[in-house]
């Protein structure tokens, strides 16, 4: 059952949320450029998501790469091209 308006936290504001984070549901709307608005559709069709899916994973895996930063980690890519593995280091810059 979806959360009541009263129960529901609005993200929607330019800034930041300052203050200690509550586990209330949040509700948004996102205006979106020409690409990231393609991107997010494609993904959709591709995995059969809804929006709110797509968003729910992006914010799961930024949320483990700033953890695993955070840990002194880092994000890699293993490729392999006929037979042969190249570990690639993925740079990010979320700030």
């Known amino acids: 059952m979806p959360a009541s308006p009263k129960e529901t936290e609005n993200l929607d504001e330019e800034s930041p949320p300052r203050g200690k984070s509550t586990n209330r549901p949040a509700r948004l709307s996102v205006n979106l450029g020409t ?11 591709s995995k059969d998501i809804t929006a709110t899916e797509a968003i ?3 914010i799961s895996v930024w ?3 700033e953890d695993e930063q955070a840990r002194g980690n880092r994000i890699a890519v293993i490729e392999t091209a006929g037979g042969k593995q190249n570990v690639r280091e993925v740079l990010f810059h979320m700030e």
């Open 63 to 65: 949320k483990f790469i």
């Open 56 to 58: 729910r994973r992006a």
């Open 35 to 45: 690409g990231p608005a393609t991107a997010l559709r494609e993904l959709m069709e």
